[in-house]
């Protein structure tokens, strides 16, 4: 299996501009997350898709975010417009549910996002 | 609500030092508790888990015992090397809850030659 992908590995953009980021997660997992990593909050979690339904997604920072999974091998991540604030480390990481807590996570290689 | 607390970083050890880095948490239910690694540049990975009180997760020389009397899981290894260098996040799920992991804020190790 080829894990979790995600693309870009590296996005630099202008403030102002729209922001895209995307995941495909490991086949046969039921439930997505976004999180956010920086050096001053740490890891963030963004939002939780379970069977491709948003289920909590309390930890969006703004409007300006919005997330998406239109089937279950493919989620997106919008910012719109993006601010020099946003620049961190955005990881997707699936699981399965199916074995309760017990499951680990398993993340992709993160997206790098800065903006300037 | 639940809640995972490690030790602030960064540990610094010579190669081949006995590492200890400590985890306590709170939860409403009965959690399985998790040690994920950060290798630079990379996303994190489970490094080993316990299910249940008094069970022990091990993985490449690592150790941790699930303690509900204390509510910790204390991340051990014996001989530390050069390339366990990376950043380590206690994580709790919780089984009476909705699954979704809860994370420390990670501590990064640093072992010189």
């Known amino acids: 299996d080829a894990g979790v992908i995600q693309s870009p590995r590296h996005e630099v953009t202008e403030m102002g501009q729209e922001v895209t980021l995307r995941c495909k997660p490991i086949?046969?997992?039921?439930?997505l997350f976004w999180y956010r990593q920086t050096m001053m909050r740490g890891l963030e979690l963004l939002i939780y898709?379970?069977?491709?339904?948003?289920?909590?997604d309390s930890g969006m920072p703004e409007d300006r975010f919005s997330a998406k999974m239109p089937n279950a091998s493919f989620s997106t991540l919008k910012i719109q417009p993006s601010e020099p604030r946003d620049s961190a480390v955005y990881f997707c990481?699936?699981?399965?549910?199916?074995?309760?807590?017990?499951?680990?996570?398993?993340f992709g290689p993160g997206t790098r996002l800065t903006v300037l | 609500g639940d809640s995972v607390t490690q030790m602030e970083g960064p540990v610094t050890l010579s190669e081949e030092a006995f590492l200890t880095i400590n985890c306590t948490y709170t939860?409403?239910?009965?959690?399985?508790l998790f040690w994920y690694v950060q290798y630079p540049g990379e996303g994190l990975q489970l490094l080993l888990k316990?299910?249940?009180?008094?069970d022990k997760g091990s993985n490449k020389g690592f150790e941790a015992t699930y303690r509900k009397e204390t509510t910790s899981f204390h991340l051990e290894k014996g001989s530390v090397q050069v390339s366990d260098s990376a950043v380590y996040f206690c994580?709790?799920?919780?089984?009476?809850?909705?699954?979704?992991?809860?994370f420390g804020r990670g501590t990064s190790l640093i072992v010189h030659p």
């Open positions: 990481a699936s699981s399965s549910i199916s074995g309760g807590a017990g499951n680990e996570q398993f």
């Open positions: 086949s046969g997992h039921n439930s």
């Open positions: 898709f379970n069977n491709n339904v948003p289920i909590d």
């Open positions: 939860a409403t239910g009965y959690p399985s």
């Open positions: 316990a299910t249940k009180a008094d």
């Open positions: 994580a709790l799920s919780d089984q009476g809850g909705s699954y979704i992991p809860t």
